[in-house]
Nanobody
Framework: QVQLVESGGGSVQAGGSLTLSCAAS????????MGWFRQAPGKEREQVAS???????MYADSVSGRFTISKDNAQNTLYLQMNNLKPEDTAMYYC???????????????????????WGQGTQVTVSS
């Protein structure tokens, strides 16, 4: 069982920045495919960014160039640095990990599986115009 705890959400004005953190309960989790997803009210959950065990990354087109995903293996922590935030970035942000997602899928699109995947509880990001 892996526990993921997000923090760092909040309310900012457009153009502002936030850094989300996701602390993983086990060191093995941080060495697997990890990512950030978000869900806005009335919308489906969407993938924001992912990072594989080799630190290769992928970003949704809507955040590319503004968001940066990274991880600190020593701290078992995943990060999402968000710059130049826009009102459309307003959503609940979730971190996730899946032990069996290969890099090929980690960097193209994935959703945590029911058995080997885990979600955090989410952290709210609100961007006002």
């Amino acid at each position: 069982q892996v526990q993921l705890v997000e923090s760092g959400g909040g309310s900012v004005q457009a153009g502002g920045s936030l850094t989300l953190s996701c602390a993983a309960s086990t060191f093995t989790a941080i060495d697997n495919c990890m990512g950030w997803f978000r869900q806005a009210p009335g919308k489906e959950r969407e993938q924001v960014a992912s990072i594989d065990h080799g630190d290769d990354t992928m970003y949704a087109d809507s955040v590319s160039g503004r968001f940066t995903i990274s991880k600190d293996n020593a701290q078992n922590t995943l990060y999402l640095q968000m710059n130049n935030l826009k009102p459309e970035d307003t959503a609940m942000y979730y971190c996730a990990v899946d032990k069996l997602v290969p890099s090929s899928r980690c960097l193209t699109g994935w959703t945590p599986s029911p058995v080997f995947g885990f979600w955090g509880q989410g952290t709210q990001v609100t961007v006002s115009s």
